[in-house]
């Protein structure tokens, strides 16, 4: 186990990448921290640099710039084999000719572990899996989600792995059997207190295994923190946008005296004191949880309704921009004009995508 | 370390390997008899553009390499355009029968050319296209056109039905859709049967030499009866070996981007 | 594969193939069948002679020699080609210019008519004119494979192996490139040593196309010809002719119609038997 530190990373795929033009790198200037024995999510949309980020941390990749320190100690450039970790990839890695069992085994005899130990660690995991019945089998034999499940395994297997990589492991399994390996990642993660560290574009499996979700996107962090921070205070616009269904209402508006004005009314936000007039584009943010229909604010038309289950989704237009709201499935289907307010607490000024007055 | 030195050399070495034989060929063609016969050396001494010049100015010698390009040519052309259609029905569908044709097929593709000789020979004559490009390139379709099905059986299989469907939905005829839509979406494994056509038909020679007598004569007929007639006139014969590299070589370097992936993606 | 529909009316497509194919295979067949179970005097006269020249054949010292050497001359091949093709596949670059230049050179021998790899193996290994009976002479090796039959077989299996390994080994590295990356970079991470990722990555992913390179060289081994016609004849004597060169001689040169073709027969049943053995053996395990 071990604390991971990224610091200053960039990298290219380029072979000889120009220092200036940041568009030659698909990592820019990255710095994160992630201490022991925590269960961090990779969030991100396809493209962002996030396997790369994986590939570095695993070895798998040497960085153009830029240390990764696993407990203060350098391995840049080490070898995987050296960093001690384990990988999960997208579809199940098994060796086909062997059974389960030499499967799950198999790191630790490569590494010379004597066989009575081999023997204990492989049942061990095999119970926390739910292998031990087929241990006998060929691997080739199992379905997708157990052959994923010996992946994980071979990382579990080892005692002295410092940090398990999950690269959108859960990619081919069937929908029906994705929660139940999700469940069971975040449950194996409760008893080893290994480093997990799992890359995906899904939020729901960021946000639910994850303590703490590092968002990306174009190869740069945009916030990290806790689900309920991501969700509740999005430092970015795209953080807004990306978790969340349906995503933050983006909306533009102007400040004039102090005062954030969205549709001709005034706006109560909760950064409002921070924003000073400037040049730059200007939004506020508010998530369709914190919209409510009421008696007087902002004018708006009903445009659709959409039935989401146990609420419905309103999606109006006021003054020009789409601003969807939340309803409980029993409560009355507006139609028309309404009027919106939104819940001040809730509310954030954008200045350019960054929130206003925060750490950018 | 002494293994990694070895492993990267290894392609070295062997296609070294390779290439020493057809050096010696070449170093062949451009001596003169007497110095072939007179001493060994390693390079033409005197080096002589005679051989070939035989050869290109003789008719008798370039009517070979024009009739054996003729029949495979031909060859090509009707194995993979016959083995087109065959080869979609059996992707897309199933009729009576059809296991048994496909492995009926492919077992022409073990027939001894050996056993198939004298009465080919019998049959071209009995239906008068003896001594004629067509005998020559239809006896090849023998087991060129299992091949060719075969290959492009496999890469169609990689084309999904719904492609057919949604061409018929929009529309399409089925000849139309075959045409404009599928052979396109195909054409890599197009070309690695067309290659593989090519390369079985213009390297053999058992039927080729047995179908033909004068006027059709391929230039390997021509080489292996200069070989025993007219004594030793090895630079000769070097030079006209030399020269029946060039339609592979050719053919090589157009599908050299094929290779490993039409290997690969299709079943060779 | 699984979402063919039935449709009878595939025949049509189907047809132009069976025909060509069948008037170049079954007539010719049919009439080998013919001329197997007659005697003829001449003069176009045939009379039934039932089994008589399969058992002819089947019982000939002749024949069972061609067939011995034969065997021996396919397995040895086999035996070389396939290790050598696939080792020299391996230690291939993935990627980079040299890939294209190896395999375009590599793919040479392949293109090139029989009869002139012959004639090459001939001007390599004639003595004293030679680059190849140079080398083994001045070795002190005794080397003349017009007159030894040892150095007639080795010269023609140098051949053989010059001539067709390239197949093998395009065919195993386009199996090898298709291998995905994750496989060797969870070999690593498991801390797998290389000959642990040949024997349980490499090799098994290999075996679809491995089949089919032994079925190939197997079947084109028994059946050579030409190659070997051009540079030794089956000779010196006979220690170099295998069954399609006997074959030959009896159908075109002797016109023995009747032995020539029960020996067809019995020829084209054993490859045929034997490449359904070599495929059920191979493709046993992927079933399990």
Same mark, same amino acid.
């Given at each position: 186990?071990?604390?991971?530190?990224?610091?200053?990373?960039?990298?290219?795929?380029?072979?000889?990448?120009?220092?200036?033009?940041?568009?030659?790198?698909?990592?820019?200037?990255?710095?994160?921290?992630?201490?022991?024995?925590?269960?961090?999510?990779?969030?991100?949309?396809?493209?962002?640099?996030?396997?790369?980020?994986?590939?570095?941390?695993?070895?798998?990749?040497?960085?153009?710039?830029?240390?990764?320190?696993?407990?203060?100690?350098?391995?840049?450039?080490?070898?995987?084999?050296?960093?001690?970790?384990?990988?999960?990839?997208?579809?199940?890695?098994?060796?086909?000719?062997?059974?389960?069992?030499?499967?799950?085994?198999?790191?630790?005899?490569?590494?010379?572990?004597?066989?009575?130990?081999?023997?204990?660690?492989?049942?061990?995991?095999?119970?926390?899996?739910?292998?031990?019945?087929?241990?006998?089998?060929?691997?080739?034999?199992?379905?997708?989600?157990?052959?994923?499940?010996?992946?994980?395994?071979?990382?579990?297997?080892?005692?002295?792995?410092?940090?398990?990589?999950?690269?959108?492991?859960?990619?081919?399994?069937?929908?029906?059997?994705?929660?139940?390996?999700?469940?069971?990642?975040?449950?194996?993660?409760?008893?080893?207190?290994?480093?997990?560290?799992?890359?995906?574009?899904?939020?729901?499996?960021?946000?639910?295994?994850?303590?703490?979700?590092?968002?990306?996107?174009?190869?740069?962090?945009?916030?990290?923190?806790?689900?309920?921070?991501?969700?509740?205070?999005?430092?970015?616009?795209?953080?807004?946008?990306?978790?969340?269904? $349906?995503?933050? #209402?983006? !909306?533009?508006?102007? @400040?004039?005296?102090?005062? %954030?004005?969205?549709?001709?009314?005034? =706006?109560? /936000?909760?950064?409002?004191?921070?924003?000073? $007039?400037?040049? #730059?584009? !200007?939004?506020?943010? @508010?998530?369709?949880?914190? %919209?409510?229909?009421?008696?007087?604010? =902002?004018? /708006?038309?009903?445009?659709?309704?959409?039935?989401?289950?146990?609420?419905?989704?309103?999606?109006?237009?006021?003054?020009?921009?789409?601003?969807?709201?939340?309803?409980?499935?029993? /409560?009355?289907?507006?139609?028309?004009?309404?009027?919106?307010?939104?819940?001040?607490?809730?509310?954030?000024?954008?200045?350019?995508?960054?929130?206003?007055?925060?750490?950018? | 370390?002494?293994?990694?030195?070895?492993?990267?050399?290894?392609?070295?070495?062997?296609?070294?390997?390779?290439?020493?034989?057809?050096?010696?060929?070449?170093?062949?063609?451009?001596?003169?008899?007497?110095?072939?016969?007179?001493?060994?050396?390693?390079?033409?001494?005197?080096?002589?553009?005679?051989?070939?010049?035989?050869?290109?100015?003789?008719?008798?010698?370039?009517?070979?390499?024009?009739?054996?390009?003729?029949?495979?040519?031909?060859?090509?052309?009707?194995?993979?355009?016959?083995?087109?259609?065959?080869?979609?029905?059996?992707?897309?569908?199933?009729?009576?029968?059809?296991?048994?044709?496909?492995?009926?097929?492919?077992?022409?593709?073990?027939?001894?050319?050996?056993?198939?000789?004298?009465?080919?020979?019998?049959?071209?004559?009995?239906?008068?296209?003896?001594?004629?490009?067509?005998?020559?390139?239809?006896?090849?379709?023998?087991?060129?056109?299992?091949?060719?099905?075969?290959?492009?059986?496999?890469?169609?299989?990689?084309?999904?039905?719904?492609?057919?469907?949604?061409?018929?939905?929009?529309?399409?005829?089925?000849?139309?859709?075959?045409?404009?839509?599928?052979?396109?979406?195909?054409?890599?494994?197009?070309?690695?049967?067309?290659?593989?056509?090519?390369?079985?038909?213009?390297?053999?020679?058992?039927?080729?030499?047995?179908?033909?007598?004068?006027?059709?004569?391929?230039?390997?007929?021509?080489?292996?009866?200069?070989?025993?007639?007219?004594?030793?006139?090895?630079?000769?014969?070097?030079?006209?070996?030399?020269?029946?590299?060039?339609?592979?070589?050719?053919?090589?370097?157009?599908?050299?981007?094929?290779?490993?992936?039409?290997?690969?993606?299709?079943?060779? | 594969?699984?979402?063919?529909?039935?449709?009878?009316?595939?025949?049509?497509?189907?047809?132009?193939?069976?025909?060509?194919?069948?008037?170049?295979?079954?007539?010719?067949?049919?009439?080998?069948?013919?001329?197997?179970?007659?005697?003829?005097?001449?003069?176009?006269?045939?009379?039934?002679?039932?089994?008589?020249?399969?058992?002819?054949?089947?019982?000939?010292?002749?024949?069972?020699?061609?067939?011995?050497?034969?065997?021996?001359?396919?397995?040895?091949?086999?035996?070389?080609?396939?290790?050598?093709?696939?080792?020299?596949?391996?230690?291939?670059?993935?990627?980079?210019?040299?890939?294209?230049?190896?395999?375009?050179?590599?793919?040479?021998?392949?293109?090139?008519?029989?009869?002139?790899?012959?004639?090459?193996?001939?001007?390599?290994?004639?003595?004293?004119?030679?680059?190849?009976?140079?080398?083994?002479?001045?070795?002190?090796?005794?080397?003349?494979?017009?007159?030894?039959?040892?150095?007639?077989?080795?010269?023609?299996?140098?051949?053989?192996?010059?001539?067709?390994?390239?197949?093998?080994?395009?065919?195993?590295?386009?199996?090898?490139?298709?291998?995905?990356?994750?496989?060797?970079?969870?070999?690593?991470?498991?801390?797998?040593?290389?000959?642990?990722?040949?024997?349980?990555?490499?090799?098994?992913?290999?075996?679809?196309?491995?089949?089919?390179?032994?079925?190939?060289?197997?079947?084109?081994?028994?059946?050579?010809?030409?190659?070997?016609?051009?540079?030794?004849?089956?000779?010196?004597?006979?220690?170099?002719?295998?069954?399609?060169?006997?074959?030959?001689?009896?159908?075109?040169?002797?016109?023995?119609?009747?032995?020539?073709?029960?020996?067809?027969?019995?020829?084209?049943?054993?490859?045929?038997?034997?490449?359904?053995?070599?495929?059920?053996?191979?493709?046993?395990?992927?079933?399990?």
């Amino acid at each position: 186990m071990a604390k991971i530190s990224i610091q200053n990373l960039r990298h290219s795929y380029l072979p000889s990448p120009d220092p200036a033009r940041s568009e030659d790198y698909v990592l820019k200037k990255l710095s994160i921290d992630w201490r022991d024995g925590g269960a961090y999510a990779l969030l991100g949309p396809s493209g962002c640099g996030k396997t790369t980020l994986l590939n570095l941390i695993s070895g798998l990749l040497v960085p153009t710039e830029g240390k990764i320190l696993f407990d203060a100690r350098d391995v840049s450039r080490a070898t995987p084999e050296e960093r001690n970790i384990a990988q999960v990839f997208q579809f199940p890695v098994i060796y086909d000719t062997m059974t389960v069992y030499d499967n799950l085994a198999f790191p630790l005899r490569n590494r010379g572990v004597a066989e009575v130990e081999v023997d204990s660690r492989v049942k061990e995991i095999a119970a926390m899996l739910d292998l031990s019945s087929t241990l006998g089998n060929r691997a080739s034999g199992l379905t997708a989600d157990g052959k994923q499940k010996i992946s994980l395994g071979r990382g579990l297997v080892r005692s002295d792995v410092n940090v398990i990589m999950f690269d959108e492991p859960l990619t081919v399994i069937d929908p029906h059997l994705k929660w139940q390996l999700r469940s069971k990642l975040k449950e194996l993660h409760q008893r080893t207190k290994r480093t997990m560290i799992y890359v995906t574009h899904d939020q729901t499996e960021a946000l639910t295994f994850a303590d703490e979700v590092v968002v990306m996107n174009n190869g740069e962090v945009v916030q990290s923190g806790t689900p309920i921070e991501l969700f509740e205070k999005p430092k970015h616009t795209f953080v807004g946008h990306f978790i969340g269904s $349906p995503g933050m #209402n983006v !909306l533009p508006c102007e @400040v004039k005296n102090g005062r %954030v004005a969205f549709a001709g009314q005034t =706006i109560q /936000a909760q950064n409002a004191k921070s924003v000073k $007039p400037s040049q #730059n584009r !200007l939004e506020i943010g @508010v998530r369709p949880e914190f %919209v409510t229909i009421s008696k007087t604010g =902002i004018a /708006a038309e009903v445009v659709k309704v959409a039935d989401a289950g146990r609420f419905r989704i309103v999606e109006t237009m006021a003054a020009g921009s789409s601003v969807k709201l939340l309803l409980h499935e029993d /409560a009355t289907v507006p139609t028309g004009q309404i009027k919106l307010t939104f819940d001040p607490d809730h509310t954030q000024v954008y200045e350019n995508g960054w929130i206003a007055g925060g750490t950018a | 370390m002494q293994m990694q030195k070895f492993t990267r050399f290894a392609p070295l070495f062997y296609v070294t390997f390779l290439m020493v034989p057809i050096y010696w060929l070449l170093n062949m063609s451009f001596k003169t008899t007497n110095e072939i016969l007179g001493g060994f050396t390693l390079y033409p001494h005197h080096f002589t553009l005679d051989n070939y010049a035989t050869i290109l100015t003789d008719s008798s010698w370039y009517s070979g390499y024009i009739n054996s390009i003729e029949y495979v040519v031909i060859n090509t052309i009707i194995s993979v355009s016959l083995a087109l259609p065959a080869a979609y029905a059996f992707s897309r569908y199933r009729f009576l029968g059809d296991k048994h044709l496909f492995f009926w097929l492919l077992s022409n593709r073990m027939a001894p050319p050996a056993v198939f000789a004298l009465p080919v020979f019998q049959l071209y004559s009995e239906v008068g296209l003896f001594d004629t490009p067509w005998a020559v390139a239809l006896s090849h379709t023998l087991f060129n056109i299992p091949l060719a099905v075969w290959i492009l059986e496999g890469f169609m299989s990689g084309v999904p039905k719904a492609l057919d469907e949604t061409a018929f939905v929009d529309g399409y005829s089925f000849p139309r859709f075959f045409f404009r839509i599928f052979i396109p979406t195909i054409a890599a494994g197009i070309g690695v049967a067309c290659f593989f056509c090519f390369m079985f038909s213009w390297v053999e020679l058992l039927l080729a030499k047995t179908l033909t007598s004068v006027a059709a004569k391929p230039i390997a007929a021509i080489m292996t009866k200069t070989a025993s007639a007219s004594g030793y006139q090895l630079g000769l014969l070097a030079a006209a070996g030399s020269l029946t590299l060039i339609p592979g070589a050719v053919v090589v370097y157009f599908v050299r981007n094929y290779i490993a992936k039409g290997f690969a993606l299709g079943r060779v | 594969m699984s979402s063919k529909t039935v449709n009878q009316k595939a025949w049509f497509l189907v047809a132009p193939v069976f025909i060509v194919v069948a008037f170049n295979a079954l007539v010719p067949l049919m009439t080998v069948v013919n001329f197997s179970v007659q005697e003829t005097f001449g003069d176009n006269v045939f009379t039934w002679a039932g089994i008589h020249w399969y058992q002819d054949v089947l019982h000939s010292e002749r024949f069972h020699s061609a067939l011995l050497r034969q065997l021996v001359f396919s397995a040895l091949v086999l035996a070389i080609e396939i290790p050598l093709g696939l080792a020299v596949a391996l230690t291939m670059p993935r990627k980079g210019i040299w890939v294209s230049v190896c395999l375009i050179l590599m793919a040479l021998p392949l293109l090139i008519p029989w009869n002139v790899v012959g004639s090459m193996w001939n001007i390599m290994a004639l003595p004293d004119i030679g680059l190849l009976a140079k080398i083994i002479n001045g070795l002190g090796i005794d080397y003349n494979y017009t007159r030894q039959p040892m150095a007639a077989w080795f010269t023609i299996v140098l051949m053989d192996v010059w001539h067709w390994t390239s197949l093998v080994v395009l065919l195993s590295y386009a199996g090898l490139v298709s291998i995905p990356d994750a496989y060797y970079q969870a070999a690593k991470v498991d801390g797998a040593k290389p000959w642990a990722v040949f024997r349980y990555i490499q090799l098994p992913k290999l075996k679809h196309v491995l089949t089919i390179a032994v079925l190939l060289r197997f079947m084109d081994s028994f059946m050579i010809y030409t190659e070997v016609s051009v540079l030794t004849g089956g000779g010196p004597g006979n220690s170099t002719t295998f069954l399609s060169i006997d074959l030959v001689k009896i159908a075109l040169g002797q016109f023995d119609l009747g032995p020539a073709a029960a020996m067809s027969m019995i020829y084209f049943l054993i490859i045929l038997s034997l490449s359904w053995l070599f495929y059920t053996l191979m493709m046993k395990n992927e079933e399990a």
